[in-house]
């Protein structure tokens, strides 16, 4: 089984930026964020897969950025502009197979990460 450990998550004012990073402790392929407000339905974020292929949630497109280190089995998600609406906890998931042609619905990955608060101050 592999597992996620994300870190990164914190509190920011409106505009400011965070870092999120999530190491994997086997071999991924296709690994996403997502994140959930209370109340909401989880939300796709981001997704890359070996291929170097990105994916991105049109409400963060310019603003948030998915990276990775595949040497560390890392990925990670720069977000930068960050809006009061971004607050929720972000999760990082994962599965085996490639992302294709765009993010995965959460219940088509295998493993998740134990979430990260992101809270973002007006």
């Known amino acids: 089984q592999v597992q996620l450990v994300e870190s990164g998550g914190g509190s920011v004012s409106s505009g400011g930026s965070l870092r999120l990073s999530c190491e994997a402790s086997?071999?991924?392929?296709?690994m996403g964020w997502f994140r959930q407000a209370p109340g909401k339905e989880r939300e796709a974020i981001a997704a890359?897969?070996?291929?170097?292929?990105?994916f991105y949630a049109d409400s963060v497109k310019g603003r948030f950025t998915i990276s990775r280190h595949y040497a560390k089995n890392t990925v990670y998600l720069q977000m930068d502009k960050l809006k009061p609406e971004d607050t929720a906890m972000f999760y990082c998931?994962?599965?085996?197979?490639?992302?294709?042609?765009?993010?995965?619905?959460?219940?088509?990955?295998?493993?998740w990460g134990q979430g990260t608060q992101v809270t973002v101050s007006s």
């Open positions: 998931a994962a599965d085996r197979s490639w992302c294709w042609d765009k993010i995965p619905a959460p219940t088509w990955f295998t493993h």
């Open positions: 890359v897969d070996r291929s170097r292929t990105t």
């Open positions: 086997g071999y991924t392929n296709c």
